[in-house]
């Protein structure tokens, strides 16, 4: 089993930065695919970044591509996620997911987080 917990949310102007951190508990972090996932208020879970098991390969929504990068590092039990030119419509909170299955735009994983608050103003 592996316990989740986000950190780093937080209010930001357009155009902004944030970096969102998720540390996971366990020592089997690197045999887990990592997921972002987001959901803003009124609208279902959206998938927004995966990251393989040794982080060689990801995959990102359209909406973020170019702006966020997700990354790990195993010998910290950490995923991150970077997120760059924050937009207002990049609201919501962010949760971090473990899974076994690398699948782009997959919103079915086997743990989360409890979520982080991303709030961008314009």
């Known amino acids: 089993q592996v316990q989740l917990v986000e950190s780093g949310g937080g209010l930001v102007q357009v155009g902004g930065s944030l970096r969102l951190s998720c540390a996971a508990s366990?020592?089997?972090?690197?045999?887990?695919?990592m997921g972002w996932l987001r959901q803003a208020p009124g609208k279902e879970r959206e998938f927004v970044a995966v990251?393989?098991?040794?982080?060689?390969?990801?995959f990102y929504a359209d909406s973020v591509k170019g702006r966020f990068t997700i990354s790990r590092d195993n010998a910290k039990n950490t995923v991150y996620l970077q997120m760059n030119s924050l937009k207002p419509e990049d609201t919501a909170v962010y949760y971090c997911?473990?899974?076994?299955?690398?699948?782009?735009?997959?919103?079915?994983?086997?743990?989360w987080g409890q979520g982080t608050q991303v709030t961008v103003s314009s």
């Open positions: 990251i393989s098991w040794s982080g060689a390969t990801t």
């Open positions: 997911a473990a899974g076994s299955q690398l699948v782009h735009r997959n919103t079915k994983y086997d743990y």
């Open positions: 366990g020592r089997t972090f690197s045999t887990y695919v």
